[in-house]
């Protein structure tokens, strides 16, 4: 069976993980973020950026390791969650490193797809 092949229940079961991990990702980088900003030190920002540097290369990892999900609704939700992720990740670094409102905002605008892309994997997968 090539990993194309793979059930449903196939995919869930070696790659459901992978939406955890990206999930987790983003709650650590806001977590983080939002201490960072209440007593802004240059730690508490390295390890912020340490954080979203991390959540880009899960994104990118994510992106190779698993195959299509068989599930037509589900693979568009985690394509996007991907990209959003990646995207996210990035936006995030260039708020931090520049301080740049527009990457705030920006990052703002795909955490909240990333988001919603996770709750639909989990009703799609789940339910």
């Not at 802004?40 to 990118?60: E, I, M, S, Y």
Request: glycine fraction near 6%.
């Amino acid at each position: 069976m090539s990993r194309t092949d793979l059930t449903l229940g196939q995919w869930k079961q070696m790659y459901e993980r992978d939406i955890g991990v990206l999930a987790d990702d983003t709650l650590v980088v806001v977590d983080d973020g939002k201490r960072a900003q209440k007593h802004d030190t240059a730690a508490k920002v390295r390890l912020t950026l340490h954080d979203c540097r991390q959540w880009g290369k899960d994104a990118v990892t994510a992106r190779t390791a698993a195959p299509p999900i068989p599930l037509a609704a589900a693979q568009r939700a985690w394509t996007s969650m991907i990209n959003a992720s990646g995207q996210a990740a990035a936006h995030c670094v260039a708020a931090l490193q520049r301080r740049s409102l527009g990457a705030a905002r920006k990052f703002r605008q795909q955490l909240a797809i990333v988001e919603r892309d996770e709750a639909t994997l989990v009703r799609l997968l789940n339910g």
